[in-house]
């Protein structure tokens, strides 16, 4: 995966595609085969959309020729699949401003400075961008950032501190575990018995309560405690009925993710009920060069699944392609027989790449 930091000039390219979930990855695919060249941003860390952040252990089994196939092993086979076009990924940043430019083009900024100067713009972004569930208690909202937070940057800052870590997943018990020690304290508080973490990351976080070196509360936070406008610490209402106080410097929230439109319905494009209005002949939207396939979008007959957003990313590949090259004859081409596209895969005995 070509993973790059954010540059300051404006990244050109043919076509950005905003959203790295299945419908967005197969895009990259058919765009690729027809010589377009493109750039993929997804407010999430990785690839997968709604397979890899919901249900990646999860089996599918209406994926076309494939009986039964793991979610986050359908991300794999596309990531896969789509590695000889070298798309350029930017992860972990959201795509907040999209306008059409005078000239055609479309300018993309996403929300950690990086900007595209596209011709054309495929928006693959399902139910909208995950967003963390939020600590819903009094006063959280004003300790965002400061002290109560929704991911770990620069884990350093944190050691030598008393910590809370809420939630059961993952994220929580790695960080449980990697600030054990490390940190003044660590508090767990996780709302029941039973953890959606690795089963061995559990078992480390008791060996550690055990032995003193973690506190492990069953509970959740009922109030934050704050004075003189900083935190002072976390009151913890028990599943067993006490009433637990725990002091701290900072609140870790890891209580998973959930889609949000976000900044999509403000690009002035045709919404019916929060999904982009689309024709079925190439899914573009009210904006021509701007396309949208998969969960985002709706026509008469839409379904949500993921051989839609499979289909939809082909055609709309053929309308990027007439977008941004109007005076090129366009013609369907077989991946069995065609030289040009088995070029383009990278395949071996390719032939004449006229085409
Ligand atoms: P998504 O998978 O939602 O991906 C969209 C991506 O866009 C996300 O990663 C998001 O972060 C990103 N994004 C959104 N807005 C922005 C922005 N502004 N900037 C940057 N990135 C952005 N379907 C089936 O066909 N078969 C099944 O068996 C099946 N089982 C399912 C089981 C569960 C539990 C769930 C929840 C869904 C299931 N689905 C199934 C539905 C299927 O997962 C979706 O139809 C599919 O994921 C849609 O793909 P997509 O690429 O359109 O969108």
Redesign the pocket.
């Known amino acids: 995966m070509n993973e790059t930091a954010a540059p300051s000039a404006a990244i050109e390219t043919e076509c950005v595609v905003?959203?790295?979930?299945?419908?967005?990855l197969f895009a990259v695919f058919e765009l690729g085969l027809l010589g377009i060249k493109c750039h993929v941003?997804?407010?999430?860390g990785h690839p997968?959309?709604?397979?890899a952040?919901?249900?990646p252990d999860?089996p599918?089994?209406?994926?076309p020729a494939l009986p039964v196939c793991g979610?986050q092993e359908l991300v794999d086979r596309l990531m896969e699949q789509i590695r000889p076009f070298e798309a350029g990924f930017h992860l972990g940043?959201?795509?907040?401003g999209l306008r059409r430019r005078d000239d055609g083009r479309f300018e993309l900024t996403?929300a950690r400075g990086t900007r595209f100067d596209a011709g054309a713009v495929v928006i693959?972004?399902?139910?909208?961008?995950?967003q963390p569930r939020r600590l819903s208690v009094d006063g959280a909202e004003a300790l965002e950032g400061s002290r109560l937070h929704y991911r770990v940057a620069r884990a350093e800052q944190y050691y030598g501190k008393d910590l809370l870590i809420a939630g059961g997943g993952d994220s929580a018990l790695d960080w449980v575990l990697a600030f054990a020690g490390r940190a003044k304290s660590v508090t767990l508080v996780h709302r029941r018995d039973e953890f959606r973490a690795q089963p061995a990351s559990v078992a480390r976080m008791k060996e550690l309560a055990a032995a003193g070196q973690v506190r492990h509360l069953t509970g959740q936070v009922g109030a934050l405690e704050v004075v003189d406008g900083d935190l002072a610490g976390a009151v913890v209402n028990c599943l067993d009925g006490s009433v637990a106080r725990v002091a701290c410097d900072h609140v870790f929230a890891f209580f998973g993710l959930h889609?949000k439109l976000?900044?999509?319905a403000d690009w002035g494009l045709e919404l019916e009920r929060k999904a982009l209005k689309v024709d079925t002949e190439k899914f573009q939207t009210s904006v021509p060069g701007i396309f949208a396939?998969?969960?985002?979008n709706t026509y008469p007959g839409k379904k949500?699944?993921?051989?839609?957003?499979f289909h939809e990313a082909a055609l709309a590949a053929f309308g990027v392609q007439a977008h941004v090259y109007p005076n090129k004859r366009q013609f369907l081409q077989y991946t069995t027989t065609s030289p040009i596209m088995q070029q383009r895969l990278g395949l071996a005995g390719q032939g004449d790449a006229g085409g």
């Open positions: 905003v959203g790295a979930g299945p419908s967005g941003v997804d407010s999430l997968g959309g709604q397979c952040e919901l249900y999860k599918i089994y209406d994926i979610a940043q959201e795509v907040t996403t693959a972004a399902g139910l909208g961008s995950f889609p976000g900044p999509i396939i998969g969960d985002i949500k699944l993921i051989l839609s957003g």
